[in-house]
């Protein structure tokens, strides 16, 4: 079950983040305070794997079926060409942060994971980090500091457990969620939510032949899955 392989993970990254206990280390307030707040997280983040683990499992069946049974085709096209292992891959990574972006700012899962292939290939690109626009979503550093990443992610830390590409990843797309539903907010008022976020993509994240893209390819398959699941 992907909930248990994504756990075991995490879980073998907690133990390994855990410091030797020595007779000093009695005081409270230090590794035992440490710990307990590590392990309350780890709690955190088993609800709410928990909380998405049917999503997760049809949406899984989904991509393994798209565009038909045996699969036949690759849903990310032609935003990325992958492998449907790859894709696999990607989504059961990634999935649980794209969903918690979701929660926590109304912007849709499937929209944030097409961003994050096509600006950097789910962080699989060398340059994730290294670029004038930094890290999974290719925020503009200069304009949008790393200090406003840990404010966007707040409440959310447990998900720094989550095996991932790059150890700032679930900060970085928690944050694309809300620059996404803030620009909406001001530059689209007059709009319905959903209606708005998808302006913001289409006007305020990328190039326009990017955007066209995306948005193009976002429309399509949310269309496909909500027809699967019906």
Do not use: C
């Amino acid at each position: 079950m992907e909930r248990k392989r994504i756990l075991t993970a995490a879980f073998v990254a907690f133990l390994a983040m855990q410091p030797m206990a020595t007779k000093a280390d009695a005081d409270p307030t230090s590794i035992e305070f440490v710990s307990h707040a590590l392990s309350e997280e780890m709690i955190q983040l088993n609800d709410f794997l928990l909380g998405i683990e049917k999503e997760h499992e049809q949406i899984q069946e989904f991509i393994l079926q798209y565009p038909g049974n045996p699969p036949t085709g690759f849903l990310l096209a032609p935003l990325k060409k992958l492998s449907k292992e790859q894709e696999l891959e990607d989504f059961n990574k990634y999935f649980p942060m794209y969903k918690a972006a979701e929660l926590k700012y109304g912007v849709p899962w499937l929209l944030l994971w097409g961003i994050h292939e096509h600006e950097t290939t789910a962080s699989r690109d060398p340059n994730t980090y290294n670029s004038l626009y930094h890290g999974a979503m290719q925020r503009s550093w200069q304009s949008w500091p790393e200090r406003q990443t840990f404010a966007a992610a707040g409440g959310w830390e447990f998900l720094r457990h989550l095996p991932q590409r790059y150890q700032n990843d679930w900060r970085e797309i928690m944050w694309a969620g809300h620059f996404i539903k803030r620009v909406s907010v001001l530059q689209y008022p007059h709009l319905p939510e959903d209606k708005g976020i998808i302006q913001v993509v289409t006007n305020n994240y990328s190039a326009e032949d990017h955007a066209k893209k995306r948005v193009s390819w976002y429309d399509r398959v949310k269309k496909d899955l909500e027809k699967f699941l019906s």
